[in-house]
């Protein structure tokens, strides 16, 4: 499996309440209410730190669950919440946010 | 020598929902007489609109009833279509045009469009709620369609005021939220009143075997809030607007599930 790299992206409207992070695209008006892991995948997508890194580092460190299993799911989350536009994912690192899509007020 | 050209009469007429007035100019008295019927009681004297529309009046021709409502801005102009209307509305010149046919149900739609895009910028929404005034506070009472919201409008007693069975207007005002009667109607097709109230709770109807209230968290309130909130753009800033919007009425207006069969004793628990 390569490398991926996430990066949140800044136009989706994010907030926690009470320990829940709720995320809407910006694009579509799904809202997705995180659990722990989602939520933590989230909070490391800095666009920097791989996606294996992030989940050895910081999924399988904390929650009983194999490598494997785990990096595969982070996978299939990640892809999906970029379908949204929620995160921006790529096979080498993310350093540049995309310009915005719109017209502004 | 004979005049060549005649005159075509400008009418209008301000339609001021939520206090938010709007002017509505069309060369046709018909129309006009249909707008003062249809927005009884919402009809203002006020001076000066903050949005004034021309209306278009079109033949009537085929359209298309399932078709969906699209709303777009481009170039500072917002762009509103369904099926049965065009329009186009400029913020920052306060002006826009409707096309449509000579009916009622046309330039409601884009009133409430209008309505949702002008409140989103102020931290304010229309929900799909009935509400109602009882000792000079508003409750809301959201739900999907056969939730009850027509049910608890037509048990209310005669101490209460009805703002709406079907659309409620949600306005930020200072550290709260006020509530505005509107003249969008549900099942009871009864127009609501024309005044306003400070909102005291929101409350999520279920219909049920016994009367109740039940706490709720403030995620499922959010969520909740959130999908029975009108929301026509797909726009980056206005999902941002709305979506922050329902986390602050969160935080400061009690949510809660009640629970009702549908029978007048419901309102002991309201007010």
């Known amino acids: ?105 | 020598m004979a005049q060549l050209t005649t005159e075509i009469e400008r009418l209008s007429l301000i339609i001021a929902i939520g206090g938010m007035p709007v002017r509505v100019h069309t060369s046709d008295p018909d129309f006009l007489n249909l707008l003062q019927n249809r927005y009884a009681g919402f009809i203002s004297d006020a001076d000066r609109a903050e949005i004034e529309f021309d209306v278009e009046l079109q033949e009537p021709k085929a359209v298309d009833p399932d078709a969906d409502v699209e709303v777009g801005y481009h170039f500072g102009r917002w762009w509103l279509r369904r099926g049965d209307f065009r329009a186009e509305w400029e913020p920052a010149a306060r002006r826009g045009w409707i096309r449509q046919t000579a009916n009622p149900y046309s330039i409601d739609a884009v009133l409430r469009i209008v309505h949702t895009l002008v409140l989103a910028q102020q931290g304010g929404f229309l929900l799909h709620s009935a509400s109602a005034i009882r000792n000079g506070k508003a409750f809301l009472f959201a739900g999907v369609s056969e939730a009850g919201k027509t049910t608890i409008s037509r048990l209310a007693p005669l101490d209460v005021t009805l703002l709406t069975d079907e659309i409620s207007y949600v306005r930020r005002r200072g550290d709260g939220y006020v509530a505005f009667g509107t003249p969008f109607t549900g099942e009871l097709a009864k127009v609501g009143e024309n005044v306003s109230a400070p909102i005291s709770a929101l409350y999520l109807l279920a219909k049920g075997r016994e009367n109740r209230i039940d706490s709720i968290t403030p995620g499922e309130a959010t969520r909740s809030l959130l999908s029975n909130m009108l929301f026509f753009a797909k726009d980056e800033e206005l999902v941002q607007a709305i979506f922050h919007a329902a986390f602050e009425f969160v935080s400061r207006v009690p949510v809660a599930r009640l629970t009702f069969v549908p029978d007048a004793r419901v309102w002991g628990l309201i007010g």
């Open chain 1, 1 to 105: 499996m390569s490398k991926l790299y996430i990066a949140r992206n800044p136009r989706a409207a994010a907030r926690s309440l009470d320990g829940e992070m709720m995320i809407m695209s910006s694009r579509d008006s799904t809202l997705f209410t995180l659990n722990k892991t989602a939520t933590i995948l989230w909070q490391s997508a800095d666009g920097a730190t791989p996606l294996d890194e992030i989940v050895e580092k910081r999924i399988c460190a904390e929650f009983e669950v194999a490598p494997t299993e785990a990096l595969a799911d982070a996978h299939t989350l990640a892809r999906e919440l970029a379908g949204h536009a929620i995160l921006q994912i790529s096979e080498t690192p993310i350093t540049t946010p995309k310009p915005p899509f719109g017209d502004k007020r």
